[in-house]
């Protein structure tokens, strides 16, 4: 997947996503606008996927290794708040 466009920001994007739902959400536009709007939107999506994926990356914990190193921990991004947790009572 290409990175994002240097010059759009991801609240740029997002902004850019937010609108184009809004209006296909009202429904009342002609199909060939719609699919322009739907190909736009699908490439704002992109652009926001591409900034996070990005910000994930540097989302980073450092830990300071036994022999004084400095080493670098991904972000653990598995542990969402929409996913349920195990409890067993």
Do not use: W
């Not at 490439?43 to 400095?70: D, F, H, I, Q, T």
């Not at 670098?72 to 991004?77: C, G, I, V, W």
């Amino acid at each position: 997947m290409p990175g994002p466009k240097k010059g759009l920001k991801f609240e740029k994007a997002l902004e850019e996503l937010e609108r184009i739902v809004a209006r296909l959400e009202k429904g009342n536009l002609p199909l060939e606008e719609s699919l322009q709007l739907f190909e736009q939107g699908i490439k704002s999506a992109r652009e926001c996927r591409a900034y996070l994926e990005e910000a994930e990356k540097r989302v980073e914990v450092l830990l300071g290794a036994p022999a004084g190193e400095l080493r670098l921990e991904p972000f653990d991004s598995e542990e969402t708040e929409d996913e349920p947790e195990d409890h067993d009572d």
